[in-house]
């Protein structure tokens, strides 16, 4: 069993950053892929970025693409998202997950292969 605590959200103006990290408890964080997803209001839930176990291939949707940016570090059971040139339609919940199958080739963005979920944190950003 994983446990995953977000944080790092809140409210910026557009153009602005965030950085978004993610706590993971239990040793077997480092053998787990990562995403982290966003669900805007009335919206479904939809993939950010994915890191696989070893963070050597990453995933970014076509839409964040060249703004965030995922990263791990396996020593400190934390995944992270680095997020420049918010804009407005980047605001929704960012959920951290994890992936348990072992040391799996690649990071997928379906939200369906991930088992573990963290509770979420708001992003907010204004015009």
């Known amino acids: 069993q994983v446990q995953l605590v977000e944080s790092g959200g809140g409210l910026v103006q557009a153009g602005g950053s965030l950085r978004l990290s993610c706590a993971a408890s239990?040793?077997?964080?480092?053998?787990?892929?990562m995403g982290w997803f966003r669900q805007a209001p009335g919206k479904e839930r939809e993939i950010v970025a994915a890191?696989?176990?070893?963070?050597?291939?990453?995933y970014t949707a076509d839409s964040v693409k060249g703004r965030f940016a995922i990263s791990r570090d396996n020593a400190k059971n934390t995944v992270s998202l680095q997020m420049n040139s918010l804009k407005p339609e980047d605001t929704a919940v960012y959920y951290c997950?994890?992936?348990?199958?072992?040391?799996?080739?690649?990071?997928?963005?379906?939200?369906?292969?991930?088992?573990?979920w963290g509770q979420g944190t708001q992003v907010t950003v204004s015009s």
């Open positions: 239990g040793r077997t964080f480092s053998t787990y892929a």
């Open positions: 890191i696989t176990w070893n963070g050597g291939s990453t």
């Open positions: 997950a994890a992936d348990r199958r072992v040391r799996r080739l690649g990071a997928s963005p379906d939200l369906n292969e991930y088992q573990y």
